[in-house]
């Protein structure tokens, strides 16, 4: 069995900082433009998987900061996603080795709000780099996604085991090094637990991660703690909750409330509001507070999804008072 697939995500982003607007067309961070590679092979009741998936190194939505715009295209090495060779018996679990995720990747992002492509609590994956103002209206180098994030796992080469489903649990292991990039002494150990149930009335996705991450070069080891629960009620409210702890670098909060509804003939619609609240993010007693909302709608008989968004920032420290930020984002994914 092998299977040929990607995406197109190209996405319009408008940031404000308080004193200029910066505009450019980027490929959406959230969920870039890719091309991906899968085989599955069963045999004496085990699958073997063989994943092989790149991105196509677009412009990437986070890259972009005031007065500085990256290549169009730009493919590199860190490019690559997945170079995943995984072993699955339905008795003892799966082993993976390779480039792909960690097994806190994804912990913080469970979501069923249908808005992810737009709207989630990985902020910095629309407009990571683009910096705050300070209130004299000079650009600073606090920026978005020092402010605001969810510390989620990622992807490392590395090996991983992951257990089977046990009544809607199982757990995860791995460890990770850090190989797209040249020189890096980074690791990381983390674990993870997960659950899934779903019943006439609602789904729901819940996880709680642990990370050990060594930087090397003789910076300090440090914590991560995340978790993230998502439901889904078959009304089409949904309800997505999480939050994370980093040693030394502060802790977060983060809700959102949406709608899927079924208006048109085409497809979904789905509508969503969240709030995000940091301390100590950037500097101790320094609170990072964003909300946005977002609709997205799908058009099913084209696999294509198009979306609008829109988000605020605003970064209190005690000693430097910075002007609030906004951006906007809208664009269309079309996936084969």
């Known amino acids: 069995d092998v299977l040929l697939y990607g995406q197109f995500s190209p996405a319009y982003l408008s940031f404000d900082d308080g004193v200029n607007t910066t505009d450019a067309v980027v490929d959406n961070g959230n969920s870039n433009s890719r091309v991906g590679l899968l085989v599955r092979q069963p045999f004496d009741g085990l699958e073997f998987?063989?994943?092989l998936e790149t991105a196509l190194g677009f412009r990437q939505s986070f890259l972009v900061t005031q007065g500085f715009e990256p290549k169009g295209l730009n493919w590199q090495r860190t490019s690559i996603r997945k170079v995943d060779f995984s072993l699955t018996s339905p008795s003892w679990g799966t082993f993976s080795l390779g480039q792909g995720s960690m097994a806190t990747d994804g912990v913080a992002g469970n979501d069923l709000s249908g808005v992810t492509l737009a709207l989630s609590s990985s902020i910095g994956d629309t407009?990571?780099?683009?910096?705050?103002?300070?209130?004299?209206?000079?650009?600073t180098f606090r920026t978005i996604a020092g402010?605001?994030?969810?510390?989620?796992?990622?992807?490392?080469?590395?090996v991983r085991y992951d257990t089977p489903s046990f009544n809607?649990?199982?757990l995860s292991a791995s460890y990770g090094e850090e190989i797209l990039v040249s020189d890096s002494e980074l690791t990381t150990q983390d674990v993870a637990l997960r659950y899934d149930f779903q019943n006439d009335t609602m789904e729901l996705q819940a996880a709680l991660g642990y990370a050990l991450v060594d930087p090397g070069y003789g910076v300090d080891d440090f914590e991560d703690y995340i978790g993230s629960v998502s439901v889904l009620f078959n009304s089409g409210v949904n309800l997505t909750f999480g939050?994370?702890?980093?040693?030394?670098?502060?802790?977060?909060?983060?809700?959102?409330i949406g709608y899927l509804a079924?208006?048109?003939?085409v497809g979904s619609t789905a509508l969503a509001a969240?709030?995000?609240?940091?301390?100590?993010r950037t500097v101790d007693g320094s609170r990072s507070d964003s909300w946005g909302v977002a609709a997205v709608q799908y058009f099913d008989d084209y696999n294509v999804e198009a979306y609008l968004a829109y988000r605020s920032y605003a970064l209190d420290e005690p000693e430097t008072e910075y002007r609030d930020a906004s951006s906007l984002f809208f664009g269309a994914r079309w996936s084969f």
């Not at 407009?127 to 650009?139: I, K, L, Q, T």
């Open 49 to 51: 998987r063989f994943n």
């Open 127 to 139: 407009s990571g780099a683009f910096r705050f103002a300070d209130e004299a209206g000079a650009v």
């Open 147 to 158: 402010a605001f994030s969810n510390f989620d796992g990622g992807r490392r080469g590395r």
């Open 243 to 256: 939050a994370g702890k980093r040693s030394r670098q502060g802790q977060y909060g983060y809700g959102k």
């Open 274 to 280: 969240d709030l995000y609240q940091g301390n100590d």
């Open 262 to 265: 079924n208006w048109l003939p």
């Open 168 to 170: 809607g649990f199982s």
